[in-house]
């Protein structure tokens, strides 16, 4: 029996036989190259069957799992026509030397290469898709054929393209082990989607030897096809030909599971109230439009982040105020009146775009970054405002104004939020009133919670940064190790100031970063009084389950807040 661990990307306990679905070759082919015509003869006929089998997959994504979810391969087929891939790859040809399959595999490592250089998250999740369209093209042309199951088994492979994922019967898909991917993959996203069980970064042997422990490389590679394993995504562990008392304990822990999941279920309707009385509402944090669907199948009471730097990333130029106005419009309109916080623009550091031409910084953390941006190119900022405001007229929406440090900063951004309102009501636009909130991330505004809450209607803690800035750890560094504390002692404390503080001045607090999920402090929040907590979909109903058991006593209540956490009852259609 082969242990493994790895990390989950969709919570789920499974067993069953291994298909062993290997990377498509990108290596050179050994076809000899054609005329320069002949290929690119060639080239064209792939272009054009790979837009054929796009569309079915469309299709097939509609059907199964929603039409928000088949616009990812919506935007493939458009990829289709990009010039900076089918150009570039016809130019490839045309220099002559080359097959169009090889050529199609260069231009598309090259670009998924560059995606992967990023730092910021989202961007590297892009690479995906531009070896997904070349690869596809390049299978056309090298004759490949597509995987097809012929009975139910879990997947095992170094990664899944999107598209893989989808052309799979569903039906057949007991799990996934992926030695690569990461949570905001779209081969992630889709697992969540369909609710398979899947592992992520796993330490997947490519083979065994006859033990059942990993292959050296001098030993025989074996397929892992046939072998049978046993998938446990809720702790992160796989086993490879498991002995009997481990697949009795696997079956016992997904009975549990399935119980666990069932009663969490149940609780969507039912408010997050402590057994000592104390309400926390139970938000979502989203990063596009198209993550309400999940926010709602699993009764997120609102949204207490939509990162709205992901509209501006992965493009040559700003999003425009009728581009932004629709996108947040859709998710007020999908929530119903259940709230919406923005967060305003928060480009910078580990999030770059070209087109606002920042300068080289050698310590982006703590350059030129969110509201700072903002208020150094107010034209951008109020290009946001606006769609924000005219948006607010068509559901319950607040925004938030992220990496604060001082008072002068809030005064700023509300001077150009009435001029924004004065010049919507000169052109007879129509727009809402959202409420004022900051994001608390900086020991500064920590430090100043008090003064601050003064002059804004609610806070939201992003402990990601607060962690990072208090503790002087770069949360991206994996070799702190130890020295990266989420549960320090420093922060914590801030954590008790803010709530006590926010209430102090009438205003509620909350939290938007990764501590929210955390099992291990919820019974603090509570306790600190915190009002709201705002986690990935998919954990808002285990963390009310947990808000529901806790004996945790608030020690900071707040009553008459100036923004209302409750639904409203009317928005406007």
Do not use: W
């Amino acid at each position: 029996m082969y242990t493994g661990k790895g990390r989950c990307a969709c919570a789920g306990i499974t067993f069953g036989k291994v298909l062993h679905i290997k990377t498509p070759e990108v290596v050179a082919s050994d076809r000899d190259c054609l005329s320069v015509d002949q290929e690119l003869e060639l080239f064209e006929g792939a272009l054009s069957k790979a837009a054929t089998e796009l569309d079915r997959l469309i299709e097939k994504a509609r059907e199964e799992i929603g039409d928000e979810q088949a616009e990812i391969f919506e935007i493939h087929r458009m990829m289709l026509e990009d010039p900076d891939i089918c150009d570039n790859i016809r130019d490839r040809i045309k220099k002559g030397g080359i097959n169009a399959a090889d050529a199609a595999v260069s231009v598309g490592k090259e670009q998924a290469a560059d995606f992967e250089a990023l730092d910021d998250p989202y961007m590297r999740e892009r690479a995906a898709d531009v070896k997904d369209v070349t690869g596809r093209i390049a299978r056309i042309l090298r004759g490949g054929e597509t995987v097809e199951l012929t009975e139910a088994c879990v997947i095992v492979a170094d990664d899944l393209q999107p598209s893989q994922t989808v052309a799979l019967d569903r039906s057949l898909i007991l799990g996934f082990v992926l030695r690569h991917g990461t949570q905001n993959s779209h081969a992630s996203i889709l697992a969540r989607t369909m609710n398979i069980p899947l592992i992520i970064n796993s330490n997947l042997p490519s083979s065994l030897d006859g033990d059942g422990k990993a292959a050296t490389e001098s030993e025989e590679a074996m397929d892992l096809t046939g072998h049978t394993i046993g998938l446990d995504a809720v702790k992160g562990e796989f086993f490879i030909d498991p002995d009997q008392s481990t697949i009795t304990k696997l079956m016992a822990a997904k009975d549990a599971f399935e119980q666990q999941r069932i009663r969490q279920l149940a609780l969507r309707g039912q408010p997050g109230i402590s057994k000592t009385g104390h309400r926390v509402y139970t938000f979502a944090n989203i990063g596009q439009p198209d993550d309400v669907e999940q926010v709602l199948e699993n009764d997120g009471e609102g949204i207490g982040l939509f990162r709205s730097e992901f509209l501006y990333l992965g493009r040559s130029d700003p999003p425009s105020e009728e581009e932004q106005f629709k996108a947040y419009a859709k998710v007020a309109s999908a929530m119903n009146g259940r709230l919406v916080i923005i967060r305003t623009l928060d480009i910078g550091a580990d999030k770059q775009v070209d087109y606002f031409d920042l300068p080289h910084e050698e310590n982006p953390a703590l350059g030129l970054r969110a509201l700072r941006i903002c208020l150094t190119k107010p034209e951008i900022f109020k290009t946001q405002l606006r769609a924000i405001y005219r948006a607010a007229a068509r559901g319950n929406i607040a925004m938030m104004f992220p990496m604060v440090t001082r008072l002068k900063e809030i005064e700023q951004a509300k001077a150009i939020c009435a001029e924004v309102v004065a010049e919507l009501k000169s052109e007879n636009i129509e727009y809402g009133e959202p409420k004022i909130g900051i994001m608390i991330e900086t020991p500064a505004a920590a430090v100043l919670s008090r003064q601050l809450a003064e002059h804004v209607d609610f806070f939201s803690v992003g402990t990601n940064d607060l962690n990072q800035y208090t503790t002087a750890c770069d949360r991206q560094n994996q070799n702190l190790g130890d020295f990266y504390d989420p549960h320090h002692e420093a922060v914590l404390e801030l954590l008790r100031q803010i709530a006590s503080n926010a209430h102090a001045a009438g205003i509620t607090a909350g939290i938007c970063g990764e501590l929210a999920a955390d099992p291990e402090l919820t019974d603090k929040f509570i306790e600190m009084g915190y009002d709201e907590l705002s986690v990935s979909p998919g954990a808002v109903l285990a963390l009310r389950e947990r808000v529901r058991n806790s004996e945790a006593v608030c020690l900071s209540s707040l009553k008459n807040p100036k923004i209302s956490l409750d639904p409203v009852k009317k928005i406007h259609s």
